[in-house]
């Protein structure tokens, strides 16, 4: 431990802490704009500058160490002088039209401006030239807002490992956005959505659906039907004053009545159908594995109930249930384009189980339905644009909302959403598990998976204390787990004795590096999962901002509580799912069930 003075306070930190870190431990607030937790520290903006005793300049305590016997004042007249001008030169290169801004009241730049006491700019020079970049159907970048604190190039370079985003020329010219003069539209970018939630301004936002679905709820001659995604339940309430880690399902349901949605359904619902096809689907692959090596013949086959027409034997199977995901991965891994789960995502399942089975049985045009997905996630808006996934010619989902959107609409409609009473969903699509709640949080699609295919196979539970397969439970970057197959049902003796290994990752730098063990043939894996977003959907690029390692631990927390609260918690028991294949899909994998909860994949540009 090194000792310092700060203000004339005497701390301790330890040698290699820095100085705002030291601050901030002890309640000493020092203002800061680039830095952004243990993500991006890169001292490029100055404001968080501190006089350091024996230095010539003022130093940036998001980048200076500290050392034994430093002495720093942290708001002297010269500091505060400092970081007003500093404030002002970036000021006279912005736009400041707060009122129109979808961040004013929660834009980092304008509670700066009232931190600083900055009203307006002294300096009135020239202007950056810039742009809208609209081009792609999930992202807006609008440059004439950025102040080129370059989170967005640490998030999409470092945690993601994708490289959208950049710096772009030298000097006053700056520019963040792609490479080469291409826009996000045709770049790599996955629409993961990262980089808008660490913007801390309106320079990197999700394209806007709020309007659209205004006028669908207004279309007298349209029935809308809204869904909501597990992570969703687990943060809205952030949006409106309740602690991270709130479970606000029921109040989300009557906000959505409120807002004139005429049938509420659950994505739950979709997921736990998910696991049944995706379950089933991980073992005709590894059925066909067993005929290919001669381990099994047709009669054994038929024996187990698995669809007539085997799937090509690719292990690992890669789960699919991530947009921004599966964008990466026709992006930079094209060859292996296999090894991905055929299973649409569950909002696109249950989408396209509304406008078939849902009208039918209801006697409903379906070109009149109006179906709109919430979603934590932005990479959902790009999804629902893709032809191979339209339902009998139809756009399967008619858009997608975000949290922060949904959270928006209710604002604007002057809910008291704290003070709402809970609803339930709506019949036949509500009703879920506890696996299905995992969803939300990465390692829950494996474990839910593996709650049903153990059971399917040994018609026992899955070993593991309270379901919870706990290797891979947590917001480790990549976790791996092996589960032996024994004492299985005589039909599936060919997995008798079979160590499976899995892997789970969640942000595309984990996923990275698992499908270069693909690519090599070093992959011990049976099954991955991976999210798209670090922690998986829990911290989508849709969620409440900020997403801090504490709040997604503690949204993490309140899916496992969901998970435990509730009466069923394996897919394979939901009541209605049994029921949706007696009495619509058949049986999982079936040719029905192929056309409409089933895709495929396409290769992408990697430039
Ligand atoms: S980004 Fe912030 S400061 Fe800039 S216009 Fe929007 S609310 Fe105002
Ligand atoms: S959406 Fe994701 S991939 Fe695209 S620029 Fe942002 S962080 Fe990068
Ligand atoms: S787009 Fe946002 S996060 Fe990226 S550099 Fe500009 S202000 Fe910072
Ligand atoms: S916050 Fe320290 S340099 Fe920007």
Redo the contacts with the bound molecule.
Sequence with gaps: MIHLSINGQIVEAQAGQTILEVARANKILIPTL?HFNQLHAIGSCRICSVEVAGSKTLMAACVTPVSDGMVVLSHTAKVRQMRKVLYELMLSDHPADCLHCDRNGCCEFQDLGEVLQVKESRFVGKRSKSAIDDSSPAIV?D?T?????????S?CNEVQGVGA?NAQNRGFATE?GPGGRERLGTAVCTYCGQ?TT????D??HEKDSVTAVWQALSDRYRKTIVQTAPAVRAALGEEFGLAPGTLVTGKMVSALRQLGFQVVFDTNFTADLTIQEEGYELLSRLAALAKQQGRIDDRQLAALGLPHHLPDPVLPMITSCSPGWIKYAEHFHGDLLAHLSTCRSPHMMLGALTKTWYAQNNGLDPTELYVVSIMPCTAKKFEITRPELKTCGLETVDAVLTTRELARMIREAGIDFANLPDSPFDSPMGESTGAAAIFGTTGGVMEAALRTVYEVVTSRPLPFENLHVQPIVGLDRIKTASIRFENVLPAWSFLEGIEASIAVTSGLSGASQLMDEIESGTSPYVFIEVMGCPGGCLSGGGQPRPTTPEIRQLRLQAIYREDEGKPLRKSHDNPDIRKLYEVFLGQPGSQLAHELLHTTYQRRNKI
């Excluded at 807002?145 to 190039?153: G, S």
């Excluded at 660490?198 to 301004?201: E, F």
């Design positions: 680039c970048r440059t807002k950025c102040i080129l604190c370059r989170r967005c190039v998030t985003l963040i980089c660490v913007c801390p301004v320079a990197l």
